[in-house]
């Protein structure tokens, strides 16, 4: 479906081209968190409690749901001594001491750059700082990250909220920041609160992570040479929500999120020679090829890669699952 780029060709007037981001969809955290309960159910059996959504996408979670994985939104929904993953977002301690008084069996696929975060939450709040955690109200990871320092921690959504900010000591601020925000804008609120606290004490290393900033830049790239970008995602997925601001902020003429391929529309394509896809850190690359599928069907020849970063990152499945799958290697 695909092909690298080398050098860009000149196209004429009338030349279809589709530019294909890269890197895109699947980061590290999401890959580990859907084979967890993949490799749950295959280990214990069907029903696998989730709580939550696994990843904020619509495709894998009617999978996993169709292989016998029962999504919940709250413990109180999971019968006592059941298996329970908690979603690649975060938990805040309160859930798992909830899934320990009702005797679940836990596995915790947090991503490990969400835990990194959950660590400098409670080290702030071990130091005495008023921590301003940078990210949207009601996503599943800001409120695992807020429950991590309760009475320490508030949100700040916008740079337009900071003159709101109350602390107890100017002089003793610090912030953090959701790991799928756009790296600009989260940029900009922290100069925001910086004018207002110029003592503020920054994280250890950059919250939003490695995947969501290299999406972002990748296509930040393409923007701007084409007529139409196309991201693949959820409308929860905050990462894919972002790249599709990315795109417009970066000077694509228009931009659009489908969940896939049956929500392109017609009107989007009129008098659009070139198109750039890419897609969420949580979209499955069939998904993609689907997208790519139906452009080749509207005259959109085969995708050029464009490729700004190479990633390898990988992390190993959560320590409970890990163990259950050794012992069950060793019985066998
Ligand atoms: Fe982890 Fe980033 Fe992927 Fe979220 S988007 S699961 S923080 S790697």
């Known amino acids: 479906m695909s092909t690298d780029l080398g050098t860009p060709r000149v196209l004429s007037e009338t030349e279809k081209a589709v530019l294909l981001a890269s890197p895109r969809g699947y980061c590290a955290g999401v890959d580990r968190a859907v084979i967890t309960v ?16 696994i990843v904020h996408n619509k495709h894998v979670v009617d999978d996993l749901r169709d292989r016998g994985a029962i999504f919940v939104d709250e413990l109180t929904e999971v019968p006592e001594g059941s298996t329970v993953v908690f979603s690649a977002h975060g938990v805040a301690p309160t859930v798992h001491q909830e899934a320990e008084q009702r005797r679940l069996k836990a596995i915790d696929a947090t991503c490990p750059l969400v835990t990194k975060v959950h660590q400098e939450a409670r080290r702030f709040a071990r130091e005495d700082f008023d921590i301003l955690l940078i990210g949207h109200a009601g996503h599943e990871e800001v409120e695992g990250t807020m ?11 916008s740079p ?8 107890r000591d100017p002089a003793r601020v610090s912030w953090l920041s959701q790991t799928t ?11 925001a609160i910086r004018e207002r606290f110029p003592e503020l004490i920054d994280p250890p290393s950059d919250d939003i992570c490695y995947a969501t900033q290299n999406r972002q830049l990748a296509v930040k790239e393409l923007a ?17 929500v972002r790249l599709v601001e990315v795109a417009k902020e970066a000077g ?15 009107e ?7 198109v750039a896809v890419t897609s969420g850190a949580s979209v499955p690359e069939r998904l993609v090829d689907g997208v790519l599928l139906q452009l080749a069907e509207r005259g959109y020849p085969d995708a050029r890669v464009v490729r700004s970063a190479e990633e390898s990152l990988m992390f190993a499945l959560p320590k409970e699952l890990r163990r259950d799958l050794k012992a069950a290697t060793a019985r066998s």
Not at 38 to 53: D, I, M, N
């Open 38 to 53: 993949e490799q749950a159910l295959e280990l214990y059996g069907p029903p696998v409690y989730v709580r939550k959504e």
């Open 147 to 157: 429950g991590e320092a309760p009475g320490r921690i508030q949100l700040v959504e």
């Open 160 to 167: 337009e909220d900071v003159d709101r900010i109350v602390v």
């Open 181 to 191: 925000l756009s790296v600009d804008e989260t940029l900009a609120t922290v100069e």
């Open 224 to 240: 701007a040479g084409v007529d139409l970008v196309l991201v693949v995602g959820s409308g929860n997925s905050s990462n894919s």
């Open 252 to 266: 694509a003429r228009t931009a659009y999120r489908v969940d896939d391929a049956s929500e392109i529309q017609d």
């Open 268 to 274: 989007w394509f009129d008098g659009v020679r070139r």
